[in-house]
């Protein structure tokens, strides 16, 4: 996704930034209909008719480098980094906002710790919430659903992301961050009150 915001973000599409990367490895494009997309990156400045081809102007070449360190950046990331210094500290906070035992599916309400970071390395790599938005977002998941004895209610780990059958993935989690965010409802102090050892 974060792909697709960068080069959209400079007005490129997916098959005109593949050009790019073709012509800068001298490779030919395979399945795409290059002619529309040659004529529009030629009149954005992308690139430059010469004998024989094209050439990659200067902000192509600069595109390409920053989209290619991004990802080797992104793979070496470590949960520090990606989930901040206190991230045990708040997956453990965020864990314990779930009531303890099986919700009314059969299913644990609480997941484990490992289980948990892990949907959390997907979820920091798709949005940009803050824990304390997280774990308020959160706070009002769990205090809407006990009002209903928590029929329903996803488990901590598919709070955050859940895949669906495309493999695709949805996160509820970001919809109760982005309701926080905009002020779509008052956030409660319920699961704050309490002491959490």
């Excluded at 803050?130 to 205090?143: C, E, G, S, V």
């Excluded at 495309?166 to 926080?180: F, G, N, Q, V």
Aim: one cysteine or more; glycine letters at 6%; hydrophobic letters at 35%.
């Amino acid at each position: 996704m974060l792909f697709f915001n960068l080069i959209l973000k400079e007005s490129l599409s997916p098959n005109q930034f593949y050009l790019l990367n073709c012509i800068e490895h001298g490779l030919s494009p395979a399945s795409v209909n290059i002619h529309q997309d040659l004529r529009v990156l030629v009149s954005d400045g992308w690139l430059k008719p010469i004998e024989g081809g094209y050439t990659l102007q200067a902000k192509s070449t600069d595109m390409i480098g920053a989209i290619g360190s991004y990802f080797k950046f992104q793979k070496k990331r470590t949960a520090k980094v990606l989930l901040g210094n206190d991230f045990t500290t708040n997956i453990v906070s965020y864990r314990d906002l779930f009531p303890k035992g099986k919700l009314p599916s059969g299913k644990p309400a609480r997941s484990n710790d490992k289980t948990i970071e892990a949907n959390f390395r997907w979820f920091f790599e798709n949005y940009t919430y803050t824990w304390d938005t997280i774990l308020k977002a959160t706070a009002h998941y769990i205090d809407e659903y006990e009002k209903k004895n928590y029929l329903y209610m996803r488990t901590a780990q598919y709070f955050i992301c859940k895949a669906n059958q495309d493999k695709s993935r949805d996160s509820e989690l970001a919809d109760y961050c982005s309701m926080i965010e905009s002020g779509d409802f008052e956030s409660t102090d319920n699961h704050f009150k309490e002491n959490v050892v």
